[in-house]
């Protein structure tokens, strides 16, 4: 097969646009009618095209002769024609023109000019490209390399002026990605101590968080070229052609080492493969991540004689990737980019108002505090916004109003997101949140809780308490388990206590107590009702069922009121925790609110003892 010329599809266009702009050449400026008219009465018109409405025709040549038969040069050409609309059943101008001598043409109705023609062949046009390009694509192996390379959708940039100024609050992401940077810029000493540096890292965060900036900033510090393409690019590509594009990707990344490889939106391609998903249709994106894989695999970060290449992609789905991309050796390592809290936004607003002139009536620790759950990207866009109405209005600085006005735009778009702004809801879900974890801490549980938050999480959750056991265990004692399950109801306990009824928001928490409760009766034995035996089994690790006991009608209800009677021992045992340390409740509430996470010196106060 012929290898077509990566821009042969441009020619049409450039036809097209010549034969416009010949068009164009012919119309020359603008007249009105009465000037035409007056124009011809005062013999100064030589010679007109009459089509339709429209009249072109040329002026003559200061001090040319009546039957100067000539033709103009071009250059005179260009300034002497002239187009004018002529009013419908204009009957005038005709014997006008012939009175003062004009040469007249008429172009009939049917002739139609050639525009009309490329009109018509264009949608043929475009149908002929289409066509080749899946030939392009379906065919051999040079058509989709040609092809591949035509979009030129591998983005290389070098001199990345993004650095890690420009991406705030979120200093846990950028910690973890320093690292990164030095493994860039000092390859010799990674290699000397002989040490592995990790191959692939993904950013996980909502979208609009910074993730596509953090991976040019990391490549802007490092002083590295960014070599980019987008996943979600390739699920409109046929078959064979995504392949070869990470196939050139990789190459081109080996080849202009050190740099960083970046794909973006990386669930778009590396969507879990398997069944569920219709057959066919998803060839190519199954084409597209085998070859992902492949290149992963035979990819050295420290290759020999080149400088490093790290690979960064980025998601805001990691639930829906495919497990074998998160394998050790490919993405192995995950670095969460969340949502910034109240610290964060200041930041955020900082770096995005550098170069916006700011009334001093505006205060951003205020314009923070009113916007929790926006992400960068959202606070980004609510200071254009208020850059914006303050432009509309004519002024030359940024006033508070601006950005009041501004957040109920953006807000607008957020629909969904808006809620988390909703006071009562967040109000509840810091009780909630604070309530896990004063019971995991005067429950007996034994774990150590580091951070509360109600910032709104990437996976569904409106807020979160993280507790980590205080050692390794292997082994939990029924006592235990018993802790674990008051931990897990704290957040409904105190939804209860404080506004008289529970809400929607704990049923994940309900899921998890009522699983370890099945698990105590059922399979550890740990309930005195039932006993010392072991009713249900695990599915064993090849997939077959463990064989349960078969249990008569009366054990299972006995089974199921022993589950229900654990859950409500701990909601009872969280509720009277809760009521204990009520103070306590409302001051972690008070300040939670107002700082949206706790952790370190200032969760602990509360916890002390
Ligand atoms: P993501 O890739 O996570 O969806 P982007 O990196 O595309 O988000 O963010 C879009 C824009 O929002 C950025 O170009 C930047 O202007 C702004 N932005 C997002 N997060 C931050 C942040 N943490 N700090 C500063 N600006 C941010
Ligand atoms: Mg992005
Ligand atoms: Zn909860």
């Not at 092809?147 to 200093?171: L, M, P």
Request: charged share 30%; proline share 5%; glycine share 10%.
């Amino acid at each position: 097969m012929p290898k077509i010329p990566r821009w042969w599809w441009i020619l049409p266009l450039v036809l097209i646009a010549l034969f416009a702009s010949l068009q164009l050449q012919g119309t020359g400026r603008e007249m009105r009618y009465d000037e035409l008219l007056a124009k011809v009465r005062a013999g100064e018109v030589r010679s007109v095209v009459l089509d339709g409405q429209t009249v072109r025709g040329e002026l003559r040549v200061d001090g040319e002769s009546d039957d100067a038969a000539r033709p103009a040069r071009p250059s005179e050409r260009h300034q002497t024609t002239f187009t004018t609309a002529r009013p419908v059943d204009d009957d005038r101008l005709v014997p006008l023109l012939e009175e003062h001598g004009v040469r007249i043409r008429v172009i009939p109705k049917s002739d139609g000019s050639w525009m009309t023609w490329i009109w018509l062949l264009l949608p043929l046009l475009l149908l002929l490209s289409l066509f080749a390009r899946m030939q392009a694509g379906a065919g051999g192996a040079p058509g989709a390399m040609a092809f591949g390379k035509s979009k030129g959708k591998i983005f290389t940039q070098r001199d990345i002026s993004v650095n890690f100024d420009d991406v705030a609050g979120v200093d846990e992401a950028k910690a973890e990605l320093r690292e990164v940077i030095d493994f860039l810029k000092n390859p010799d000493k990674y290699r000397a101590l002989g040490a592995r540096i990790p191959k692939g890292i993904l950013l996980v965060g909502p979208p609009g968080t910074g993730k596509t900036l953090l991976a040019r900033a990391v490549a802007g510090e490092a002083r590295v070229p960014f070599i980019s393409i987008s996943g979600s690019e390739f699920v409109e590509m046929f078959v064979g052609v995504g392949a070869a594009r990470v196939r050139d990707l990789f190459e081109q990344a080996t080849q202009t080492a050190p740099a960083i490889v970046f794909i973006d939106e990386l669930d778009a391609l590396g969507r879990a493969r398997g069944p569920g998903n219709m057959p066919g249709s998803n060839e190519e994106r199954e084409q597209t991540l085998n070859q992902l894989l492949v290149e992963l695999d035979g990819f050295e970060p420290l290759g020999e004689g080149r400088g490093v290449v790290v690979i960064l992609a980025a998601t805001n789905r990691p639930e829906v990737l495919d497990p074998a991309l998160l394998r050790a050796g490919r993405f192995d390592r995950q670095v969460v980019v969340d949502r910034p809290d109240r610290i964060g936004r200041r930041m955020i607003l900082g770096v995005h108002t550098r170069k916006v002139p700011l009334d001093p009536s505006v205060d951003l620790e205020v314009v923070a505090q009113r916007t929790p759950g926006f992400a960068g990207a959202d606070l980004a866009n609510l200071v254009n916004e208020a850059a914006l109405r303050a432009a509309r209005e004519g002024r030359d600085v940024v006033i508070m109003d601006d950005f009041s006005h501004a957040q109920d735009r953006v807000l607008a778009g957020l629909e969904q997101r808006s809620k988390l702004i909703d006071e009562e809801e967040r109000k509840r879900v810091a009780y909630h949140e604070c309530g896990h974890a004063l019971a995991a801490r005067f429950g007996g549980s034994g774990t150590k809780v580091h951070k509360v938050s109600i910032v709104p999480r990437s996976v569904g959750a409106l807020g979160f308490t993280m507790q980590l056991p205080e050692r390794e265990r292997r082994l939990f004692t029924r006592s235990q388990l018993e802790a674990q399950m008051v931990a897990l109801v704290g957040g409904r306990a105190a939804e209860e206590l404080v506004f008289g009824e529970a809400s929607t928001g704990a049923a994940d928490d309900l899921r998890k107590v009522t699983d370890l409760a099945r698990a105590m009766v059922l399979e550890h034995g740990l309930s005195e009702a039932v006993g010392p035996v072991s009713i249900e089994r695990r599915t064993t690790y090849l997939g077959g069922l463990g064989g349960g006991v078969e249990v008569g009608g009366k054990t299972a209800d006995l089974a199921d009121a022993e589950v229900r009677r654990l859950v409500d021992e701990a909601l009872r045992r969280a509720r009277n925790i809760l009521e204990t340390h009520r103070e306590r409740l409302e001051r972690m509430v008070e300040v939670l609110l107002e700082t949206e996470v706790l952790e370190g010196d200032a969760l602990d106060e509360f916890l002390q003892a």
